[in-house]
DNA sequence: AACGAAACCTACCGCTCTACAGGTAATGCG
DNA sequence: CGCATTACCTGTAGAGCGGTAGGTTTCGTT
């Protein structure tokens, strides 16, 4: 049992600190990176603030294991998906505001000088548009619209994204985040 | 000259608020706006924290005056605009980061809770989707690719003019932001 | 049972922040 | 000139922040 005792001291530990990521997620969506405190992650998981710096050493080490989170949890597109499953990713989305609240908050905070989350958004988004055209490729090969080549599109079909949570954020009645999407898509679907 | 010294006086403090918003306006798109602090605005102008506090009584008044001069620069949209005239816009954004980079600082923070910019948000992307909507309908009525109204197509464009804007700010050598924008407007513009 | 490491804690340091209180010098007006 | 207002300043209160130092308890291993 020596083995197995090992891997549940660890297992523990792997445990705990997912859930201080999680609460940290929440925090981080309340208040913005900037606006959370370790303070009020470690309250949320019943630790001193203290406490919680023996998981992470520093503000900073909790924020890259968010972002890393977020790298496991939402893949990067790649060519064999399919545009009905971005929009079925859109409606996912619809049902997890916190998440979604999280990394907006993050990426308007990321333009400001010398963020930490800088680097990773703008390396984020080169990937994501290059999945973005190869799906793009995959689906309609290079019969877009108006001569448009699937790299020219992936920066819009990333900015529809990202622009329409914004808006959703804010006022969730009156935007229909997935529809607007789907409604996007009708527009490269047509013959050009 | 009784009259006219009362003028100038008067001016004289206007032109020092409006110092004081310009300064606001550049720590704000540098550290966010919980990131900024009143010392380093004061700093920028020659005062000191408390000198400052003396024409914005609090942080959040400075704010407000912040969000009241952009909504002087930075019309809402009109039905009189023409679509080219969204474009020049965009092209005129992406002169001027700064600007853009205080409003994506201060939209990616405002949904976070209790954020004191929220509601400004919040209620000027309804104006400005409702003004959009009106733009796309005096160009090109109703006759919208794939049945698309100009009520459904306005966030949209939104959207894309947004999130552009994060994907520039991030990488502005890797995105074309006006060429981009002026992709999506083709996209709109053919027959449906 | 003994030991080392992991998992916490209390105490504290130094800094930064907003805001209030109260003073003073310059300015413009009657 | 005299007075009120404006335009600042110094001083400071009061809170919150991230992070360090160093202790103690718990726990798995030997």
């Known amino acids: 049992m020596s083995y197995g005792d ?11 600190r997912s859930e201080i990521v999680r609460a940290a997620l929440e925090v981080i969506a309340e208040r913005g990176y900037r606006g959370a405190s370790l303070g009020a992650v470690a309250e949320r998981v019943g630790l001193t603030q ?9 503000k900073d080490a909790l924020l890259v294991a968010v972002l890393e989170e977020r790298d496991q949890w ?4 790649n060519p064999q998906w399919r545009v009905d499953l971005l929009a079925s990713l859109v409606e996912y989305n619809a049902m997890r505001p916190a998440i979604i609240q999280t990394f907006s908050a993050l990426l308007g905070e990321s333009v400001t000088e010398g963020h930490p989350a800088r680097d990773y958004f703008a390396e984020r988004y080169t990937r994501v548009r290059s999945g973005m055209a190869a799906v793009l490729r995959a689906e309609y090969g290079d ?3 108006n001569g448009l080549t699937p790299e020219r599109t992936a920066p819009l ?9 914004y808006q959703w954020l804010l006022d969730p009645e009156s935007v229909d985040m997935p529809g607007a999407f789907r409604d996007f898509l009708t527009l490269l679907g047509e013959e050009g």
């Open 6 to 16: 090992a891997m549940n001291a660890r297992v523990r530990s792997a445990e705990r």
């Open 50 to 58: 203290q406490g919680l710096l023996h998981y992470f050493p520093t």
């Open 74 to 77: 939402d893949a990067v597109p």
């Open 143 to 145: 019969r877009l619209p």
């Open 157 to 165: 079909l990333v900015a529809v994204m990202d622009g329409l949570q």
